[in-house]
């Protein structure tokens, strides 16, 4: 039970980091140069 809650708040942590890390404006995908427009 121990490992599980380990890996459960590793994952949260690694979930609200990178949240974290999203700029506010990622909502807009109609910037030019967007990798993730450029892989679609």
Request: glycine share 10%; charged share 25%; aromatic share 2%.
């Amino acid at each position: 039970a121990g490992t599980v809650g380990a890996v459960v708040l590793l994952v949260a942590g690694l979930v609200a980091e990178h949240w974290c890390t999203v700029p506010p404006d990622d909502r807009d995908d109609s910037r030019p140069g967007d990798p993730a427009r450029e892989l679609s």
